[in-house]
């Protein structure tokens, strides 16, 4: 198979598998409303980076979509290893959909991957608690501890397929 046929197969297999754990652990509003610290105005799955308005289900629909294939590019531009482990990816494009690109790329878990310790670099996420200086229970759920069989953290889709 053609190597560009091969790296839209593996991003279309992350954004099948990222998109709708970013939906679940975000939630939606159609109209704009305060983050859950209160320091800034979001909208649909917590969209940060468009205008202030109320939007369509498929609106909203398509700005996650192209979000979260923004933010697993860049994930992966940090973590080339990544576009060859789709579970990885995605849970990699969902912390950083969260945490922000920047963050993501000189985070623990984006070293870890980068030395070949993918387990090490999963174990990473369960760092990302904290929200304006204060331990926040749903990151805590987000990363590792849902009880929720609806809502899968994103360590346990980052762990699939490794020891």
């Known amino acids: 198979m053609h190597k560009g046929k091969i790296a839209t197969l593996s991003m279309a297999a992350m954004l099948a598998i990222a998109t ?4 679940s652990w975000e939630g939606k ?7 859950h ?3 800034v105005w979001d909208v649909c799955y917590g969209e940060t980076r468009v205008e202030m308005r109320r939007y ?5 629909t398509a700005m996650l979509r192209k979000a979260v294939g923004e933010f697993g590019e860049r994930a992966a531009q940090c973590v080339p290893g990544l576009r060859d482990r789709p579970m990885q990816w995605a849970a990699a494009a969902s912390l950083s959909y969260n945490i922000g690109s920047a963050a993501f790329c000189r985070s623990t878990a984006a070293k870890r991957f980068n030395s070949g310790d993918w387990a090490g670099g999963c174990e990473a996420f369960k760092a990302w608690t904290m929200a304006g200086g204060r331990y926040v229970q749903g990151l805590a759920n987000r990363r590792y501890a849902s009880k929720d069989p ?3 953290p994103e360590y346990a889709v980052c762990m699939t397929g490794l020891k």
Do not use: Q
């Open 56 to 60: 369509t289900d498929a609106e909203c």
């Open 29 to 35: 509003s159609n109209t704009p409303r305060w983050d």
């Open 150 to 152: 609806a809502l899968i």
């Open 37 to 39: 610290i209160g320091k």
């Open 20 to 23: 709708p754990i970013v939906a």
